[in-house]
């Protein structure tokens, strides 16, 4: 009976090693999947990009809607600007120094529940639609939902001439957006952007146009870069529907440890989904959903 006792209990032992091994075999399998072609941009990397891209393209159109208006403002505190996300802020023009201030206070609630705080300043060299004119953006404690953002912006008008739809070339150094868990994303970027203006402003389009590069690290400090394969469409009559600010139209591929990935805006609606295609496998992502 004890040589049979052993006996099973050896039998039992081998099968239940055999089934840890087959446990272990598709463990590995499934470990494999996690990192083939469909993950190969992980949840940090979309947040730099989704989140960071639409923080910077927004503050691009608030100070270019900003701008417009000080240009007419002979100095001082200018009392309105026809943008919802500027209502509660104060924004000054020292016409002498070349400075605009645009300063949210403590908390400024904008369209969609979105909350800024802090300052951004603009500082100008000419008019913004002559061909060579220049300006920088910085930031004092300036976060968007908490998240807070910092870098040096410039843009510099590279337009053809005065007739032309106004063409910018803008760069990003040291940009960097803190979440409030202290984790952060850093950007850099260069890129043209033109602005095709229409006799309505709502209908006016901005496009990041090809070859356009942004490239940073993501939330777990994995470096990434990207590339415009197609031109980016920003619309402007899509702005108050969205709660983030993300191209419409256009591709980009985003590479990171040398694996790429290729993100698909659409066909122009205005809505926040994106197609994201690594390999063979293809993922849609709802980008809003992301914040």
């Given at each position: 009976?004890?040589?049979?006792?052993?006996?099973?209990?050896?039998?039992?032992?081998?099968?239940?090693?055999?089934?840890?091994?087959?446990?272990?075999?598709?463990?590995?399998?499934?470990?494999?999947?996690?990192?083939?072609?469909?993950?190969?941009?992980?949840?940090?990397?979309?947040?730099?990009?989704?989140?960071?891209?639409?923080?910077?393209?927004?503050?691009?159109?608030?100070?270019?809607?900003?701008?417009?208006?000080?240009?007419?403002?002979?100095?001082?505190?200018?009392?309105?600007?026809?943008?919802?996300?500027?209502?509660?802020?104060?924004?000054?023009?020292?016409?002498?120094?070349?400075?605009?201030?645009?300063?949210?206070?403590?908390?400024?609630?904008?369209?969609?529940?979105?909350?800024?705080?802090?300052?951004?300043?603009?500082?100008?060299?000419?008019?913004?639609?002559?061909?060579?004119?220049?300006?920088?953006?910085?930031?004092?404690?300036?976060?968007?939902?908490?998240?807070?953002?910092?870098?040096?912006?410039?843009?510099?008008?590279?337009?053809?001439?005065?007739?032309?739809?106004?063409?910018?070339?803008?760069?990003?150094?040291?940009?960097?957006?803190?979440?409030?868990?202290?984790?952060?994303?850093?950007?850099?970027?260069?890129?043209?952007?033109?602005?095709?203006?229409?006799?309505?402003?709502?209908?006016?389009?901005?496009?990041?146009?090809?070859?356009?590069t942004t490239s940073g690290m993501n939330r777990r400090s994995i470096a990434y870069k990207t590339e415009v394969l197609s031109d980016l469409?920003?619309?402007?009559?899509?702005?108050?529907?969205?709660?983030?600010?993300?191209?419409?139209?256009?591709?980009?591929?985003?590479?990171?440890?040398?694996?790429?990935?290729?993100?698909?805006?659409?066909?122009?609606?205005?809505?926040?989904?994106?197609?994201?295609?690594?390999?063979?496998?293809?993922?849609?992502?709802?980008?809003?959903?992301?914040?």
């Open positions: 009976m004890k040589k049979a006792d052993i006996k099973n209990r050896i039998k039992i032992k081998f099968i239940l090693g055999l089934a840890v091994a087959i446990m272990v075999f598709f463990t590995g399998c499934n470990n494999d999947q996690v990192e083939s072609p469909a993950s190969e941009v992980d949840e940090e990397t979309l947040d730099a990009e989704s989140i960071v891209q639409a923080d910077f393209e927004d503050i691009d159109d608030i100070t270019s809607i900003v701008m417009e208006i000080a240009e007419s403002n002979s100095g001082g505190r200018i009392a309105s600007i026809d943008d919802d996300r500027c209502q509660c802020a104060v924004i000054t023009h020292d016409t002498e120094n070349h400075t605009i201030t645009i300063d949210f206070g403590d908390g400024c609630v904008g369209p969609n529940g979105v909350v800024r705080s802090g300052i951004i300043f603009i500082t100008y060299d000419g008019r913004r639609f002559v061909p060579g004119s220049t300006w920088t953006i910085t930031f004092r404690n300036f976060y968007v939902n908490r998240r807070q953002i910092e870098g040096l912006r410039t843009v510099t008008n590279i337009s053809e001439s005065l007739e032309a739809n106004p063409t910018f070339h803008i760069t990003l150094e040291d940009g960097k957006i803190t979440w409030p868990d202290e984790t952060f994303a850093t950007r850099e970027v260069d890129k043209i952007r033109v602005w095709v203006r229409s006799s309505n402003p709502l209908l006016d389009e901005f496009h990041i146009l090809t070859g356009s469409i920003y619309k402007r009559n899509c702005r108050n529907d969205l709660r983030i600010r993300i191209p419409v139209q256009g591709i980009k591929e985003i590479i990171k440890r040398e694996k790429t990935c290729v993100i698909d805006f659409g066909n122009g609606e205005c809505d926040t989904i994106v197609e994201i295609t690594c390999g063979d496998v293809v993922r849609t992502l709802n980008w809003e959903e992301r914040l």
